[in-house]
């Protein structure tokens, strides 16, 4: 008996192998029956090209192809360092499709590994070969159904028990100490109550020891030395040994034996494996066993489509604290753990700090292959100069979709200005229960992207005043030339000193510096590459030649110096609201005098991470004739991104203001019209509605109006405006109170836009890049102020002329008006009627991609100059 089971054993042990493949084949159908398409992932990783590692490889390629399982044969030079190897390790980590990950040993390379440290960086739950110190001293201590098993241990316990001995209260040997084999072998057998006794190089009278095993394990890498005379009669042998001696029988003058003499031990053992085609198989079998049992445990928690991801519980207090206390009242998240529930890999996060950090643009590349998520855009309607909540409304929804709708969503968001935070208006980072977190950060340097706008801005003022004041000193005619053209060399000769001005007028008449709203700020949030911002920047035109030829900062010479300085500010801002969702603050161009709208990038990159079926909620700043229009006819001209849903924000506070209520001064006190029911002063809505719904139902998208009410808006005033939005085109009128209540105030809103964002649209624009430049103005005015006409003053007129000579007549327009009215002043609140728009000049920000009007008497902050002053100038004349 015990010889025919010797002369089987080779064929039980493949009998073995199959049925463990077999098994395999039917639990990954059962995965692909729950979760279609899904695949568990193996990758092994070698470094080197040693002939015996590639074999043992391809053993495991190809098993794994037979069951099913998508492997990766991942090949590092001999060169590889061992950072490169851990860069690579911690790659595949993070990979949600790989379950699986096998450092293939030992480590050829030519530079110095540390074997211990490399094994140990594959993560525990991908650790499939069990190598790494948690998974080995979770074995010792007996947790063997919370660890991956070593495989060629394992497959030696599958082996024994196929024999039918039982291992417990079996005296069994394990020859060998090594981590793969001898220790947890020890380990395994101790666990199923044999007694165990190692042995290894310094154990005396091996013989004796092996002579008293019923279970006898060797891997001891010695050939051939356990001889048949030293097994105990009717033995279970298991051999573990790989080595080559020589045979001149053999064509490459070798033969593969095991460390146990098989011709002799056969004769002895009641079962041996032979070598090779013994424990071999059964090692590779256990691998793929032990893959499969990775994805079944990353399924148990795993979601298609669906983040695993953490979300804070907010509990709101009455009466509501200052948005100051209630943001010191959470604590963040590291942002480390954000980037990595979102789907980020560590290599693509740059961390300033541990609640922030910018992802680079190498995401959006590995990314490019996703389908992007559902794209929503929040606007509002024309605000007070205490705002009107968009922002807020852009985080509170992120937050109801995410945390209680439980679909993936981003909010994306403009930076605040730094100067908006000090004790005078909000800190534009949202407020109450939906807000960024944390508010100082955020509110204050964030990653410094304003700064490099305004390095990038110096470096181009530097260069033009040396310009400038090198050609006026060539000349022996300087004094006279000077008498000449005073004008424009007191503003070379102090232009350093304007420079201190320059920021300030681009900013909203509030008190503090304010935010960047330059040019240059525009080509950031419109940049889709950091190569595509490279040659924005190349091509803007800050000044003017003596034969009033446009000078680019390409024809300085310094548009490679304003890329790198800008290199990192390209990047976005990686944050998170007050319930945990991630949050991309970047960029902060204006809507009064640029286009308004945070990053295209961040966009994108949000899109791609939320996957088809989340969500994306972007701002437009402003109100919607400002943000709303030029987030389409600028914005998404440039990304090709169209937006599913359109949100227009409106309070009951901006709507009592702007139909007749007292002037809202920032930092004042709310007068006490504001809290008082005044049903009468919404009837304004019904007319302002039908201007802001415009630009949204143009482009055929769904729109949904939200109300953010607070304590003082009474049922009679939200009942109301929801009946006139309606009746003004909205396809529904939600009210919220995310303020108040976080994401759970905005379910409703949530809801609503999940619904709309299935109803198939249709993108248009407001008008045609084709149309003459001031046909387009005109298509602006008329639609969405209700100005009458528009009136083009000469040096309008001139530029008109200029820049359709120049073939610059098919850019879009960009409407530099106050974000106060609906017409061009301030003061006219309400829908103003009968009212002609004056456009006082027109230029051109080739960089950014369109012309800009500038509607009476708004400041951008530039020093302007006619065309015919400088035909006359004799100077290279600076435009900023």
């Known amino acids: 008996k015990r010889k025919k089971c010797n002369k089987c054993y080779n064929?039980?042990?493949?009998?073995?192998?199959?049925?463990?493949?077999?098994?395999?084949?039917?639990?990954?159908?059962?995965?692909?029956?729950?979760?279609?398409?899904?695949?568990?992932?193996?990758?092994?990783?070698?470094?080197?090209?040693?002939?015996?590692?590639?074999?043992?490889?391809?053993?495991?390629?190809?098993?794994?192809?037979?069951?099913?399982?998508?492997?990766?044969?991942?090949?590092?030079?001999?060169?590889?360092?061992?950072?490169?190897?851990?860069?690579?390790?911690?790659?595949?980590?993070?990979?949600?499709?790989?379950?699986?990950?096998?450092?293939?040993?030992?480590?050829?390379?030519?530079?110095?590994?540390?074997?211990?440290?490399?094994?140990?960086?594959?993560?525990?739950?991908?650790?499939?070969?069990?190598?790494?110190?948690?998974?080995?001293?979770?074995?010792?201590?007996?947790?063997?159904?919370?660890?991956?098993?070593?495989?060629?241990?394992?497959?030696?316990?599958?082996?024994?028990?196929?024999?039918?001995?039982?291992?417990?209260?079996?005296?069994?040997?394990?020859?060998?100490?090594?981590?793969?084999?001898?220790?947890?072998?020890?380990?395994?057998?101790?666990?199923?109550?044999?007694?165990?006794?190692?042995?290894?190089?310094?154990?005396?009278?091996?013989?004796?020891?092996?002579?008293?095993?019923?279970?006898?394990?060797?891997?001891?890498?010695?050939?051939?030395?356990?001889?048949?005379?030293?097994?105990?009669?009717?033995?279970?042998?298991?051999?573990?040994?790989?080595?080559?001696?020589?045979?001149?029988?053999?064509?490459?003058?070798?033969?593969?034996?095991?460390?146990?003499?098989?011709?002799?031990?056969?004769?002895?053992?009641?079962?041996?494996?032979?070598?090779?085609?013994?424990?071999?198989?059964?090692?590779?079998?256990?691998?793929?066993?032990?893959?499969?049992?990775?994805?079944?445990?990353?399924?148990?928690?795993?979601?298609?489509?669906?983040?695993?991801?953490?979300?804070?519980?907010?509990?709101?207090?009455?009466?509501?604290?200052?948005?100051?206390?209630?943001?010191?009242?959470?604590?963040?998240?590291?942002i480390g753990r954000l980037a990595r529930e979102v789907g980020l890999f560590s290599e693509e996060v740059e961390q300033y700090g541990t609640t922030r950090a910018k992802v680079r643009l190498e995401a959006l590349n590995r990314l490019k292959t996703q389908p992007d998520g559902k794209y929503l855009v929040v606007t509002g309607i024309t605000p007070t100069p205490l705002g009107e909540g968009t922002t807020t409304t852009t985080l509170g929804l992120a937050q109801a979709l995410g945390a209680h709708l439980h679909v993936n969503s981003f909010a994306c968001v403009r930076q605040p200005s730094q100067g908006s935070n000090f004790g005078v208006k909000g800190g534009a980072v949202g407020g109450g229960y939906s807000q960024v977190i944390p508010m100082e950060e955020v509110s204050l340097h964030l990653t410094s992207d304003t700064q490099a706008v305004m390095a990038a801005s110096s470096l181009v003022v530097d260069t033009i005043n040396a310009r400038v004041l090198s050609e006026l000193t060539q000349s022996d005619k300087v004094i006279k030339k000077l008498y000449h053209i005073s004008t424009n060399i007191i503003w070379s000769l102090y232009f350093k000193i304007l420079l201190q001005m320059f920021f300030t007028l681009f900013t909203r008449k509030i008190c503090g510096i304010g935010s960047v709203a330059s040019e240059m700020m525009a080509v950031l949030a419109l940049s889709t590459s950091l190569g595509d911002m490279t040659r924005r920047l190349a091509r803007m035109v800050v000044a003017y030649s003596r034969k009033g030829r446009p000078i680019t900062t390409e024809d300085l010479g310094i548009s490679g110096v304003l890329a790198t300085l800008m290199r990192d500010a390209v990047k976005p801002s990686l944050m998170q609201t007050m319930e945990g969702t991630p949050v991309f603050v970047h960029t902060c161009p204006l809507s009064d005098i640029a286009q308004g709208n945070s990053s295209i990038l961040a966009d994108q990159i949000a899109l791609k991470l939320v996957g088809p079926e989340g969500f994306v909620v972007t701002e437009a700043e402003g109100g919607a004739e400002l943000g709303m229009e030029k987030f389409f006819d600028i914005k998404c001209r440039s990304s090709g991104l169209h937006p599913d849903v359109v949100v227009m924000v409106a309070s009951v506070h901006a709507l009592k203001m702007h139909g007749g209520g007292p002037a809202v001064t920032a930092g004042s006190a709310m007068p006490k019209e504001y809290s008082a029911e005044r049903t009468c002063t919404l009837s304004f809505l019904l007319s302002q509605a039908k201007h802001f719904l415009l630009p949204s139902l143009a482009s055929d998208s769904l729109v949904y109006f939200s109300f953010d009410y607070n304590s003082t808006d009474t049922d009679a005033e939200l009942g109301l405006v929801c009946e006139q939005a309606k009746l003004a085109g909205a396809f529904e009128a939600v009210p919220c109170s995310h303020w108040a209540e976080g994401g759970a105030g905005a379910v409703a809103l949530g809801q609503a836009v999940q619904r709309a964002a299935e109803t198939p649209h249709q993108m248009n624009f407001l008008y045609d890049l084709e149309m003459p430049i001031d046909d387009k103005i005109r298509a602006i005015a008329k639609s969405m102020y209700g100005a009458d006409d528009v009136e083009l003053l000469p040096l309008a007129q001139q530029k008109v002329a200029l820049f359709s000579k120049q073939g610059l007549g098919n850019l879009p327009i960009c409407m530099a008006k106050t974000h106060l009215s609906l017409s061009h002043d301030p003061e006219w609140k309400g829908v103003p009627t009968g009212f002609t728009l004056p456009i006082r000049d027109i230029h051109a920000n080739l960089g950014a991609g369109f012309l800009y009007a500038?509607?009476?008497?708004?400041?951008?902050?530039?020093?302007?100059h006619s065309y015919e002053k400088i035909r006359e100038s004799g100077d290279l004349l600076p435009l900023y």
Not at 64 to 85: M, Q, Y
């Open 854 to 864: 500038l509607v009476g008497t708004v400041s951008t902050g530039a020093v302007t």
């Open 11 to 334: 064929v039980v042990v493949l009998v073995q192998h199959r049925l463990v493949r077999e098994r395999l084949k039917e639990d990954l159908d059962k995965m692909r029956g729950q979760f279609p398409g899904f695949r568990p992932g193996l990758v092994v990783l070698q470094v080197g090209d040693r002939d015996d590692s590639n074999l043992y490889i391809s053993m495991k390629l190809k098993a794994a192809a037979e069951i099913g399982i998508n492997a990766n044969h991942v090949r590092l030079p001999k060169t590889a360092t061992e950072d490169e190897v851990l860069r690579r390790i911690i790659e595949v980590n993070e990979n949600p499709e790989v379950h699986g990950l096998i450092v293939q040993l030992p480590l050829d390379s030519i530079n110095p590994m540390d074997t211990e440290k490399v094994t140990n960086a594959v993560a525990p739950e991908k650790d499939v070969d069990g190598l790494t110190s948690i998974n080995a001293g979770k074995l010792s201590r007996g947790d063997l159904g919370d660890c991956f098993i070593p495989c060629t241990p394992n497959g030696c316990m599958k082996l024994i028990s196929q024999t039918g001995m039982s291992v417990a209260g079996k005296n069994a040997v394990v020859i060998g100490r090594s981590k793969i084999v001898g220790a947890p072998m020890h380990d395994l057998l101790l666990w199923s109550h044999a007694t165990v006794t190692t042995c290894h190089s310094k154990t005396t009278d091996l013989a004796a020891q092996v002579g008293r095993a019923d279970i006898l394990v060797v891997g001891a890498g010695k050939a051939e030395m356990v001889k048949g005379e030293w097994l105990k009669e009717g033995a279970v042998v298991i051999d573990c040994g790989i080595n080559h001696i020589p045979d001149d029988s053999k064509a490459n003058g070798m033969r593969v034996v095991g460390d146990v003499h098989y011709p002799s031990a056969k004769e002895k053992a009641g079962f041996i494996t032979p070598v090779p085609g013994g424990v071999g198989p059964m090692t590779v079998a256990m691998l793929m066993e032990n893959t499969v049992q990775s994805a079944k445990r990353f399924l148990k928690t795993y979601q298609p489509g669906k983040w695993n991801i953490s979300y804070a519980k907010l509990k709101p207090q009455k009466p509501q604290p200052s948005d100051t206390a209630i943001a010191h009242s959470f604590t963040p998240k590291t």
